[in-house]
């Protein structure tokens, strides 16, 4: 009988002693049952992914593999073929892989095509666990802002179908077309201001609602701009030209009253070109800088 011969029927009479290295080298295995064991110096065994572990001595700590044989990976028939997906966290993204047990073990894994079914319910595990960010932040503010409520995983699962990677998933794509639209109404992403423009507006958390603006596009706007349902009036971080808030307010008419006089004298020096009229009710809004002829020095 040959050497190979000798260890199929050692394989045929312990089917289920069938062990595989953790690593490539190591002493350390895994047994077909699932429980872990270390191959002893003795063992007989020097190399090989698969051995049979003819006698095992149990102990407190570990069990020892005494005495083995080496079996080839072609002398294995799987047990069970399954296909796995995987989220991988660095990559953000679904793989699937076509894997062949021998109980379990596992004899080999093959990459396969990712069932979108599968990955939007990883991908959506994974997102509820991370928490939106910037973009889907905005979203679920505005939600919360308008008084709408949506399942959120369900709305997730739904933006998630189709999509392999975490940074591509977008709320609103999974959100009813009808609440999308509402949104626009009560909760919308910008707001026009006079001077032709339309200015991003902010959601905060505690319910508020917030813009930034250069003054000088507020121009003949005397009453603060009102958003939703509930009229709530917008906060307004009104900015100087080099873009910081001159002040921060919700009463629009008393800024043109009381506060606008003491920016125009503060301001109106360091920023020349820009427009500072005694009377901003009747001026005319502005983003640009004010139209003046600059000499050429000669």
Known sequence: MTDAAFRRAILSGYPDRVAQRREPGSPNVRLASGTGA?????????????????????????????????????WLQATA????????????????????????????????SVDPEEAANLLTSAWLERGPREDDLVVTRRLQFAGRTVNLAAAVHRAAYGIRSLDDIRLVRGIDPDVVRALGRE??????????????????????????VKLQELFGLAETPRIG????????????PNG??????RDLRSFWERTYPEVRKELRGRYPRHPWPEDPWNATPTFRKSRTTCRRRV
């Open 81 to 112: 073929i399954e296909t796995i997906h995987r989220f991988d966290a660095d990559s953000g993204t679904v793989h699937a892989a076509l894997v062949e047990r021998y109980d379990a073990l596992v004899l080999s894994e093959t990459p396969t």
């Open 244 to 249: 910081r808030p001159v002040q921060m307010t």
């Open 187 to 212: 909760a919308p992403e910008t707001l026009p201001v006079p001077s032709g423009r339309a200015v991003k507006l902010e959601y905060r958390d505690d319910g508020s609602v917030a813009a930034s």
């Open 229 to 240: 349902a509930r009229r709530e009036p917008v906060l307004l971080a009104l900015l100087a």
């Open 38 to 74: 270390t191959i002893a110096p003795e063992s007989g065994v020097r190399d090989g992914r698969f051995l049979v572990a003819i006698e095992v001595m149990k102990g407190l700590d570990e069990n020892k593999i005494r005495i083995a044989s080496r079996v080839e990976r072609e």
